[in-house]
């Protein structure tokens, strides 16, 4: 939804389509919250993943009423009392995002997606490091060709005027690191 409403410019709020999805989603997701309700009974409030279900079931009932404040808004034809709902739309779509937390719970029943991830972990140490020193050895590089760009401008101060090419790329320490950056980056 997010996606095409950026490639469009425009809302896609009150989209038919996108309604339906949502609705249909609503519907499975409430489905499955009462059969594992009607299964754990309480023990799904005190089992070992308490915190989970609640996430769970906090979700549902967000999605829930976000669905009746939608029905809501769209049988009320009044301009005034349809924008204030479109204002509580808007903070309880913020809210949906909590839905992607839910991806989370499966991550602990995959092994190797879990192994694959804390491999990826490990090496951004690895990794900061090895950026420090591309951007140190970047750094040394930049210095030595503004100096060198700095003793030809003395023995030819007309090649290193504002203006000329060299001045542009090489004029100064910033520019001499900018150019460094853009030719190792492409």
Request: with cysteine; glycine share 6%.
């Amino acid at each position: 939804q997010v996606e095409v409403a950026t490639n469009q410019g425009t809302s896609v709020e009150n989209s038919d389509g996108f309604r339906i999805v949502g609705v249909l989603f609503c519907i499975c997701f409430t489905g499955e919250m009462a059969v594992r309700l009607y299964v754990h009974r309480w023990s799904f409030f005190t089992s070992l993943d308490w915190r989970w279900n609640v996430l769970d079931f906090s979700i549902v009932i967000l999605q829930i009423i976000e669905e009746i404040m939608n029905e809501i808004a769209n049988a009320t034809n009044d301009q005034n009392s349809t924008s204030s709902s479109f204002v509580f739309l808007r903070v309880l779509r913020g809210l949906r995002l909590v839905r992607i937390v839910r991806i989370v719970r499966v991550m602990h029943l995959l092994k190797e997606l879990r192994s694959m991830i804390s491999s990826v972990v490990g090496t951004l140490r690895s990794l900061l490091w090895t950026v420090v020193l591309l951007l140190l050895i970047m750094y040394m590089g930049a210095v030595y060709l503004s100096q060198l760009i700095l003793d030809h401008g003395l023995s030819h101060p007309e090649d290193v005027e504002p203006g000329t090419q060299l001045y542009e790329h090489y004029g100064s320490l910033s520019k001499s690191t900018l150019t460094l950056f853009m030719s190792i980056t492409g």
